[in-house]
């Protein structure tokens, strides 16, 4: 009788940025389906996207539609990759046809980050000088700083993480404001002078988790993804989402979410601002946890009849303009 042996399951390929932060994510990615699963092969495919070769321009002025997914999603449908791992902020919540949102990832702290050069070491955001100048990269971070603090001097700021921070120690900037989840990913959480409080700067949606996206009717690849799904993160990101996707607001416009789950109740905070800081629309949802996107819309619409059409409105004016 001729015996025959199995061949080894195929290697999975996992799509990725080639910046720092993601590839470190990444890594990340692919050691917890390596302890899940440790007779597969998992590899990393880095690919260079249109986000990261624009270095020197404001992302508010360039679009945000895929800019940081669009590569990885080709090589999705095309095969050169199983599935994808994006910071999920960065991922539009209207996938392209034939691809989905295939799991979310346990979060770290979604907040935002005051980073502050040595002369500041003695002040929080609300005691920065008049005049102080502070960097941002992100609209949704410009516009409610300047509702908070309008005695403050608001600057662009690009490049990844270390560029920043040189651009601070070098004096350009008084302060500059990061991800806390970026930071301590990077192993640079000692420069996290002060985490704000989402009074203050209420974070981008799906801010501090990773979206893995994948090939709708990849059943193998779904599979090996729900093993390494955090559902409350889940279903926090679901209403962020879908409050977004109602708003029709991309990752460079002023919308900041806050959400929290007790037992079986999610509580959505949402807000949308003008670029100028002078108005500032805000709600509150609650609901069931398996109701996550209905909360979403829900809040979404509440906005819109206080006022965020108009804002929004205004804003995608703005930005057309440059």
């Avoid at 270095?55 to 997914?69: E, M, R």
């Avoid at 640079?188 to 990773?210: N, W």
């Avoid at 729900?226 to 989402?241: F, G, N, W």
Wanted: net charge negative; hydrophobic share 35%.
């Amino acid at each position: 009788m001729t015996s025959t042996v199995s061949s080894p399951p195929r290697p999975i390929r996992i799509g990725t940025r080639k910046s720092k932060l993601a590839m470190v994510q990444t890594e990340w990615v692919q050691q917890q389906f390596q302890k899940q699963f440790p007779n597969r092969r998992f590899e990393i495919e880095a690919m260079r996207t249109q986000g990261d070769k624009i270095q020197d321009v404001a992302l508010s002025k360039i679009g945000d539609k895929g800019l940081f997914t669009k590569e990885l999603e080709l090589g999705l449908v095309n095969q050169q990759v199983d599935l994808a791992v994006h910071s999920l902020k960065d991922l539009p919540t209207q996938l392209p046809e034939g691809l989905m949102l295939g799991c979310v990832t346990e979060r770290e702290n979604p907040a935002d980050a005051l980073v502050v050069h040595e002369k500041n070491q003695d002040k929080q955001i609300e005691t920065l000088p008049e005049g102080a100048v502070v960097g941002t990269s992100s609209l949704r971070r410009l516009a409610q700083l300047r509702y908070h603090f309008p005695h403050l001097v608001f600057k662009d700021v690009r490049g990844n993480l270390n560029t920043r921070i040189s651009k601070l120690d070098a004096g350009d900037y008084d302060a500059i404001v990061l991800a806390v989840a970026g930071l301590q990913r990077l192993g640079m959480g000692d420069h996290i002078h002060q985490a704000l409080p989402g009074e203050v700067s209420m974070h981008a949606v799906g801010q501090g988790a990773l979206g893995l996206e994948c090939r709708e009717g990849d059943t193998e690849i779904q599979e090996l993804l729900k093993a390494i799904e955090h559902p409350q993160t889940r279903d926090r990101t679901l209403a962020e989402r879908a409050f977004l996707r109602q708003l029709e607001g991309g990752c460079q416009v002023p919308i900041g979410v806050n959400t929290s789950v007790e037992g079986e109740t999610l509580t959505l905070i949402g807000m949308v601002a003008s670029l100028d800081g002078k108005r500032l629309v805000k709600d509150t949802v609650s609901g069931n946890t398996r109701d996550a996107e209905k909360i979403g819309y829900e809040l979404a619409v509440r906005l819109r009849e206080q006022g965020a059409t108009e804002i929004l409105e205004e804003i995608f004016a703005e930005i057309e303009r440059g």
